[in-house]
């Protein structure tokens, strides 16, 4: 349930643009969610309209869109780019529960296929991102 | 748009003092002050949390005894009851295994656990802080407001200079700073750490070193009974 957590930070996040830019009506929220996270999108989901209620903002139903982004990771030593779900290289069922409450633990428990580094970065597909928020007004 | 950032305000809104235990330079046993602080503060009465942020060396659950505990997920993390402090540590995702993070990780780390760590009320939240002065401390700066700064230097001229310096900063970013602890002082360069705080800051007090704390580390009722504690309650400013 570490979900409402996040989407209460959307929400939150949301709510701060429309004060902000004395927006009327948002027609638009795109959320990213990182694949390395591994975010119960139903949860998710299901938050973000609970928290939208208990936040008073009302939204169309279709306004906000949630895109899972792919993850790639690109090895910092020997430059070898590959994502989180290559079967290869994917971490047990505890490490990857660590992974999605902080996913840079990622860091602790996955090595780059090719040279064994854990030096890499995370360039795409980390966690939870608003990419837009649209309005009228 | 990075919505966490939007989030941390509210998760700490709750908490009356927040407390940033600093030092310039390693080994001048922030940890233990943090650590031992957050303990007395707790048998006090005072609703205290210990968040340890020191990710590159994070020593407090050490210091504490912390074993086998996990944050109860509830709409969020709620940090486990640790001796009587909410306690919350990167150890609880990364094990005893070493995490090599890069800078900019660490502060992504950082925000992610401030994002959604629910601390509840506290009368006080003690941070042992990321060591230095670099892009990690910076950035919970600016994270985290309402921060009051408490510095640990031991004697040492190597300690007490690069404590002069971030004293400078702090002063210059206009944080609140309570003070100054001088921590295992041995007789040598005694009064060292007074003249760095001078008019500057509040001079806190001194700690004498004391060998029986390595062998209180792990059990809180031993740490308690220790000239270090004894002394620490002496010289923080929550007396």
Known sequence: MHEWALAESVITAVVDEIRLNNIRKVTKVDVKVGELQQIDIEIFRFALENVMKAYELVLDSDAVRIEIEKNILRCEVCGKTWSFDDASCRPGEDEAEAIHFIPEIAHVYIRCPECSSPDFEIVKGRGVWIEAIEGEH | ?239
């Open chain 2, 1 to 239: 748009m990075d919505p966490r950032l939007h989030i941390i305000d509210k998760r700490l809104q709750d908490i009356k003092r927040i407390i940033a235990v600093s030092g310039g330079k390693g080994g001048t046993g922030k940890s233990s002050v943090a650590s031992v602080l957050a303990l007395a503060l707790a048998k006090e009465g005072y609703r205290t949390g210990l968040l340890d942020l020191d990710f590159g060396g994070p020593s407090a659950h050490v210091i504490l005894g912390v074993e086998g505990l996990f944050p109860e997920e509830d709409k969020g993390l709620i940090p486990p009851d640790a001796s009587g402090i909410r306690f919350m540590s990167i150890i609880y995702f990364t094990g005893d295994n070493p995490a090599p993070l890069r800078g900019k990780e660490i502060s992504n780390a950082i925000i992610e656990l401030l994002a959604v760590t629910l601390w509840g009320e506290l009368d006080f939240l003690i941070i042992d802080m990321p060591p230095g002065m670099a892009d990690t401390a910076l950035d919970v700066i600016r994270l985290i407001k309402r921060m009051e700064f408490i510095l640990v230097t031991t004697p040492s001229k190597l300690a007490t200079e690069v404590t002069k310096r971030e004293l400078a900063i702090l002063q210059e970013l206009r944080l609140p700073v309570l003070g100054l602890i001088e921590n295992m002082l041995t007789g040598q360069r005694a009064g060292t750490a007074a003249k760095v705080a001078g008019d500057r800051t509040a001079f806190l007090g001194s700690i004498d070193f004391d060998s029986t704390l390595e062998h209180a580390i792990g059990d809180v009722d031993k740490l308690l009974q220790t000239g270090f504690a004894k002394q620490l309650s002496l010289c923080h400013p929550f007396k």
